[in-house]
């Protein structure tokens, strides 16, 4: 199993620009979701999906969009890129957020301009 | 908003001698979780306490679990300069309905040879 694959793993945007950062993963797992980490910080929720077809706000939404319309993939949108979106962005997964561990892809760390 | 909070915020030790981290959290839980960060890396699931539970053992670390005050400690024996890492409390909280776990802010931890 390749677990949790994010990419791209670094890009530079210019104010303004859209992009989308790609997840998978190919556990089967019901539940994914996006965080970014800032430095020295933990970990802030940006959003999340039960499933395929259902997807929610987390703590930091705004700016942020999502899909889900299968249960491999993930993909988190960026609408127009903010200098305050500065930062590395995870993909995670379980087979369910209550009592299971979650397991991270690799990040990616954007640097918006 | 970040429920865990870690502390110390840094820990600094000599090689084999023993780590001790602890978080807090606000709310009822139905569990809480470990994670080690290594520098520039995603987050690894170290281990899993549920509420029902007082004390788990995994290899060299132990974890502990006090609900009625709501803290938990992460303690790693004879450290190793492999250990040297974030280490990260996760919550989810107690509920129907309730998606999103709950991070707290990670204990810097470093092993000095």
């Known amino acids: 199993n390749a677990g949790v694959t994010q990419t791209p793993k670094f890009q530079v945007l210019k104010t303004g620009q859209s992009m989308t950062l790609q997840c998978a993963q190919d556990?089967?797992?019901?539940?994914m979701s996006w965080y970014r980490q800032d430095p020295g910080m933990g970990l802030r929720l940006i959003h999340y999906?039960?499933?395929?077809?259902?997807?929610d706000q987390g703590e930091v939404p705004n700016g942020y969009n999502v899909s889900r319309s299968t249960t491999e993939d993930f993909p988190l949108r960026l609408l127009s890129a903010a200098p305050s979106q500065t930062s590395v962005y995870f993909c995670?997964?379980?087979?369910?957020?209550?009592?299971?561990?979650?397991?991270f892809g690799p990040g990616t760390r954007l640097t918006v301009t | 908003s970040q429920q865990g909070e870690e502390d110390p915020q840094a820990l600094s030790i000599q090689e084999g001698e023993n780590a001790t981290m602890n978080c807090s959290y606000k709310t009822s839980i139905n569990n809480l979780q470990w994670y080690r960060q290594n520098s520039g890396r995603g987050l690894v699931h170290l281990i899993l306490i549920r509420s029902n539970e007082r004390e788990k053992h995994s290899g060299r670390l132990r974890v502990t679990l006090d609900t009625s005050k709501k803290s938990s400690s992460l303690l790693i024996t004879a450290s190793r300069a492999a250990d040297t890492a974030s280490y990260f409390c996760a919550t989810t909280p107690s509920g129907r309905g309730n998606y999103q776990l709950i991070w707290g802010a990670g204990t810097k931890l470093i092993i000095k040879p």
């Open positions: 556990m089967n797992h019901e539940y």
């Open positions: 999906s039960v499933g395929a077809g259902i997807t």
């Open positions: 995670a997964s379980s087979y369910s957020y209550r009592e299971y561990e979650q397991y």
